[in-house]
């Protein structure tokens, strides 16, 4: 295969009831519902991936694997790669190392219980770090993280041990071979669409994201050669009709452009990093290990 121009990643974080439990941290049914609305839509989702004849990856928290096997085996068995997604979406950077692990942990036993998968891929829920969390992945035997900004289509590795305070330098820390495909909230679903006072209520209309998201991906495939478009998004948000055919439109408009080519996360990182060796990596990109900064003249 030719090296494609761009990489259009579908990403989904099976959030369903844990997000409303883990992050919000509500005792409402009502608000819970909203989760569980997520796992009522799966069929739709995976119906809409099989009718374009593309894959995609699931972030899948171990609480929703376990409510929802049989849609967690469904994404499998179709094909789609399964990455981890905490246990019941708490926040690493709530907990000490021994709990981070136990989440780990237990969000991979229920994946590995329900549907046979070992991931090799992570997204933190919320998008939160703790100063442990690159070392524990790592520990864990993970290829890839996706939650991470500092580039915005360009894959990179992620560095351990940075130091910040309010009144020293920055101080970066060593690159590792941890691969970081990096996420925005601009290309995420959630507060774009939900109404979730304290956190986002936006509401945007279907014809307003898919401009925003539509541009951004049109920025990447002119200036980006070689990256990766990272979409996310979740059943319970993107699940709603109007919005899901707003996303199979904007697929049909990626498809339709030369060279680019649909992957799952996996795949990407195990490409780039391929193509990538962390040594020639590090020489070609010294902001990002900080030997530019003036700390480090
Ligand atoms: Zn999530």
Redesign the pocket.
């Known amino acids: 295969m030719a090296e494609p121009r761009l990489s259009v990643c579908l990403t989904f974080?099976f959030?369903a009831m844990s997000?409303w439990i883990g992050s919000f941290k509500t005792r409402s049914l009502p608000a819970i519902s909203r989760g569980e609305f997520g796992g009522h839509v799966m069929p739709r989702i995976l119906e809409l991936l099989a009718r374009q004849d593309v894959t995609a990856t699931f972030?899948v928290?171990g609480h929703t694997a376990l409510a929802f096997p049989g849609a967690v085996r469904a994404i499998a068995n179709a094909g789609h790669e399964i990455g981890h997604?905490g246990w019941v979406?708490e926040d690493p950077a709530e907990l000490d190392v021994d709990a981070e692990r136990e989440v780990l942990e237990k969000g991979l036993d229920a994946l590995e219980r329900v549907a046979g998968v070992v991931p090799r891929g992570y997204?933190s829920?919320?998008c939160t770090f703790s100063e442990q969390t690159s070392d524990l992945l790592r520990e864990f035997g993970f290829l890839y993280d996706s939650s991470c900004s500092a580039s915005d289509f360009m894959p990179y590795y992620l560095r351990t041990g940075d130091r910040f305070s309010l009144t020293e330098p920055y101080a970066f820390g060593e690159p590792t071979d941890l691969v970081e495909l990096p996420f925005s909230w601009s290309l995420d679903d959630f507060p774009l669409f939900e109404f979730c006072p304290g956190f986002s209520t936006a509401q945007a209309t279907p014809a307003r994201v898919r401009e925003l998201w539509q541009g951004e991906f049109d920025f990447a495939y002119d200036h980006v050669a070689g990256g990766v478009f990272d979409l996310c998004m979740?059943p319970q948000v993107i699940g709603r009709g109007p919005r899901l055919h707003m996303l199979e439109g904007l697929i049909e408009y990626m498809k339709a452009k030369p060279g680019v080519t649909f992957e799952t996360m996996l795949a990407h990182a195990e490409r780039w990093k391929a193509a990538n060796p962390i040594d020639r990596w590090v020489a070609q990109n010294p902001e990002r290990a900080g030997t530019r900064s003036v700390d480090a003249l």
């Open positions: 974080d959030d997000l972030f928290p997604h979406h997204r829920p919320g979740h």
